[in-house]
């Protein structure tokens, strides 16, 4: 189970962190991700890690987004620098056991190699 926090509403420029608490899944080769939907928009992948710690982001978040994980606290992360309008979305986070897959996290969808999602938080950001 995954469960999301963190979100809220901000400024442009401002920042935000994002938490995922994982519970019952843990695994010791794993590839977690965060995802974003817009209404009336696909939803797209944000960053992703695996258990060795590789990162990837999509274009649109380098530079300003950055994911980690806190292995002990089975946390997964999400902190958003530079906020602008266009990242105001619902933000999930979602895991998988298929580590190979992880590179498609920032992959155009469908996302069905993911094994578990979060509820999703809400994330604003007006100008």
């Known amino acids: 189970q995954l469960q999301e926090s963190g979100g809220g509403s901000v400024q442009s420029g401002g920042s935000l962190k994002l938490s995922c608490a994982a519970s019952g899944y843990t695994y010791r080769r794993y590839c977690m991700g965060w995802f974003r939907q817009a209404p009336g928009k696909e939803r797209e992948g944000v960053a992703g890690?695996?258990?060795?710690?590789?990162?990837s982001y999509a274009d649109s978040v380098k530079g300003r987004f950055t994911i980690s994980q806190d292995n002990a606290k089975n946390t997964l992360y999400l902190q958003m620098n530079s906020l602008k309008p266009e990242d105001t979305a619902m933000y999930y986070c979602?895991?998988?056991?298929?580590?190979?897959?992880?590179?498609?996290?920032?992959?155009?969808?469908?996302?069905?190699?993911?094994?578990?999602w979060g509820q999703g938080t809400q994330v604003t950001v007006s100008s």
């Open positions: 979602a895991a998988t056991t298929w580590v190979a897959q992880c590179s498609r996290v920032v992959g155009n969808p469908p996302y069905r190699f993911l094994e578990v």
């Open positions: 890690i695996d258990s060795a710690g590789s990162t």
